[in-house]
């Protein structure tokens, strides 16, 4: 069965500390890795699209990375306004699985200034 | 540019009642899946619907329904509420059924007392 495991579960960041999570996942055949940025009650927002062990996607503080078996999000010199649930999602290959994204259980991280 | 849309906003219902939630994906987006959110949890699938036939389905029990309309904006209705079916349920919208990303709409709150 397909698994996506976040890591840690909240982190405390002060601002401008750099850090990094973690998204570890097993999956029969990678269609994508997706990350997202999620506000409490609101939707998760759209990030990064990983496809391919070696791919690198950057955006302002933010950098995705993908191996075979993790992907990790880089926050570097984070402000206060990075704080949020970083969500982790994979879809697998085979016509069974469709559009179906598995998340992770997030990251919450809190950017003190 | 319009994002995905649900309605309503909120919802507090009594057990055993029967709920409808609404979904209008973003322009020229053919795929709308939903997703159920409990606190601390990620998302977990429920529905994709691609051009108006249902491509994949959770594991959720048959109380939970969805359907399509030609316009390509969906509903999810559940029947027979439980306390558990609290929960925020997330659209998305994406091109394609396949391997691209999805975006999410601001989701619809549902209590159920």
């Known amino acids: 069965e397909d698994q996506v495991t976040q890591s840690p579960e909240a982190l405390r960041l002060q601002e401008g500390e750099s850090s990094s999570l973690n998204c570890s996942y097993t999956?029969?055949?990678?269609?994508?890795l997706f990350w997202y940025r999620q506000d409490p009650g609101k939707g998760p927002e759209f990030l990064f699209t990983l496809y391919s062990a070696g791919e690198e996607k950057e955006k302002e503080r933010l950098k995705a990375t993908l191996t075979k078996k993790e992907s990790f999000l880089h926050i570097t010199a984070p402000k206060p306004e990075d704080s949020a649930t970083y969500l982790c999602?994979?879809?697998?290959?085979?016509?069974?699985?469709?559009?179906?994204?598995?998340f992770g259980a997030g990251t919450q991280v809190v950017v003190t200034p | 540019d319009a994002g995905v849309t649900q309605s309503p906003t909120h919802l507090i219902k009594t057990r055993g009642q029967h709920v409808t939630l609404r979904c209008s994906p973003i322009s020229g987006h053919k795929s709308v899946s939903w997703y159920q959110q409990v606190l601390g949890q990620g998302p977990q699938f429920i529905f994709q619907y691609y051009e108006k036939e249902e491509r994949g389905r959770g594991n959720f029990p048959d109380r939970f329904s969805a359907r399509q309309f030609p316009n390509y904006s969906s509903e999810l209705n559940v029947n027979a509420l439980l306390l558990g079916d609290s929960a925020l349920y997330l659209c998305?919208?994406?091109?394609?059924?396949?391997?691209?990303?999805?975006?999410f709409g601001p989701g619809t709150r549902l209590t159920v007392l």
């Open positions: 999956v029969s055949g990678l269609r994508g």
């Open positions: 999602a994979v879809q697998a290959g085979g016509t069974d699985s469709w559009g179906k994204l598995q």
């Open positions: 998305a919208s994406s091109f394609l059924a396949l391997g691209n990303e999805q975006f």
